[in-house]
Nanobody, 122 residues
Framework: VQLQASGGGLVQAGGSLRLSCAAS????????VGWFRQAPGKEREFVSV???????YYADSVNGRFTISRDNAKNTGYLQMNSLKPEDTATYYC?????????????????WGQGTLVTVSS
């Protein structure tokens, strides 16, 4: 599976962005799709995951502001980010777990996209 993350950019605080994670090579239908982010000088952290059964989970820091979804017909996952804050500034990575479970641990994911930069100005 190859993953291509896109949709990042520069936005003012309070604004919105939608990230996409397009997959090729295999269908994402049975995979969990997760989003992680890494700010400069910090460790990569879990943001959200949508499991193969459709259940979703969010980090406390984004819960209520971000929404994860997937379109199996388009083989694409999405992360809608609203009410963005400067502390959301990071490179965002999508990842896929072929077991379908999806966890908060980056090590549980099998495939990773290249990352897309999100910058939120104050």
């Amino acid at each position: 599976v190859q993953l291509q993350a896109s949709g990042g950019g520069l936005v003012q605080a309070g604004g919105s962005l939608r990230l996409s994670c397009a997959a090729s090579g295999r269908t994402l239908r049975n995979y969990a799709v997760g989003w992680f982010r890494q700010a400069p000088g910090k460790e990569r952290e879990f943001v959200s995951v949508i499991r193969s059964d459709g259940n979703t989970y969010y980090a406390d820091s984004v819960n209520g502001r971000f929404t994860i979804s997937r379109d199996n017909a388009k083989n694409t996952g999405y992360l809608q980010m609203n009410s963005l804050k400067p502390e959301d500034t990071a490179t965002y990575y999508c990842a896929a777990d072929f077991r379908g479970g999806g966890t908060v641990l980056a090590s549980s994911y099998d495939y990773w996209g290249q990352g897309t930069l999100v910058t939120v100005s104050s």
